[in-house]
């Protein structure tokens, strides 16, 4: 075993409240271009084109899972050599695989181009492109451009990218507007059904979705405008949100039955819906969800698990397994964390819980093992060499890939966690 080693200094902050640390090194994290996965499934007509490389075009691949011939609303153009060498005029060669995208394929109606790491990518001036061939198809396509550049953004950070890309293009909200709610962040279409019930349950009127399922469908936005964060990755987005108008509802994000409790709660609040009217809503499905957690609460009570930085949901994850579960946290990793998004989050997590801003995947490891959690939640590029170390390990990407928001799935959510520590029971029976 290694030696325990030394935690970072903190950076502050009250002696019962979380310490926050920020620790600077090697990374182990997907890149933006990750978000592709779930986002071509969200937006029915959209296509993503990532401007990159082999690399890029592997990666998508194989996170997608998906079969070529089922026409995946996602594709690499990927540079060759004679693009590298400059025989070839980069904006005309992408403008030609555009128009035979485009002509092969008319149902897309937004299109996104998505920048990558290479640096003759970085040196292609994707909005410019995007402005270029956004005159060319108007009004049939709208064609728009974003970076998931492992140098710029770690996983999550794709989605936070596409979204703050389709702000500007929001159409503004009529004069005197009647109050309307948007949610931010892309959810599975059943558990966006169900809040969009629960919302009208509790009398809000105007409620939309960013994103959006049809690229016609963009929410208006403005000052009457109130949004509400999905997901808790999305820094960008609200701040181009705010920055038209719109105001934030600050909230804790909807990851088990307190979660969806206190995300509604603060929607129906900011509504002026009375506490009578948001009790009778919510009263059916949160019992449901309570007596779902029974199950699982007897599998992961007690239970110690140490959470690598991977997807930003990490806080939100810990608060739920340690005030719904009885997990005990030993370390909370996270790529970011956005303190003001965060705050209502923080202010549950456990006194003195550890938590890490940044990665030194090293570090990070040999504080793992000194620890030996009986769980660990890390990527797929850790999980694989820490299983063959005697851990047992989730897949972060697992929470992004499955529908966990909302109280219908707080069982779910439940059942990713306990579902490896099952597994490791039979395999040593
Ligand atoms: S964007 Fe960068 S990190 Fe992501 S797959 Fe392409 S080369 Fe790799």
Redesign the pocket.
Known sequence: MNALSPFPAPLGGACDAPVIRQERGQREVF?G?TGIVWLHRKIQDAFFLVV??R??AH?LQSAAGVMIFAEPRFATAILEDRDLAGVADIDDELDAVVDRLLTRRPEIKLLFLVG???SEVIKIDLSRAAARQSRIHAPRVRILSYS???VETTFTQGEDACLAALVPTLPEEAPNAPPSLLVVGALADVVEDQFARLFDALGIASVRFLPMRRAANLPSVGPNTSFLLAQPFLADTARALEERGARHIEAPFPLGVEGATLWLQAAARAFGVSEARFHAAIEAPRVRAAQALTHYREALAGKRIFLFPDSQLEPVLARFLSREMGMRIIEIGTPYLHRRHMASELSLLPPDTPIVEGQHVDRQLDRCRAAKPDLVLCGLGLANPLEAEGFTTKWSIELLFSPIQGFDQAGDLAELFARPLRRRVRLEA
């Open positions: 890149c271009l990159g490389s690399t890029c990666l990558s790491c290479p998931g550049s492992g």
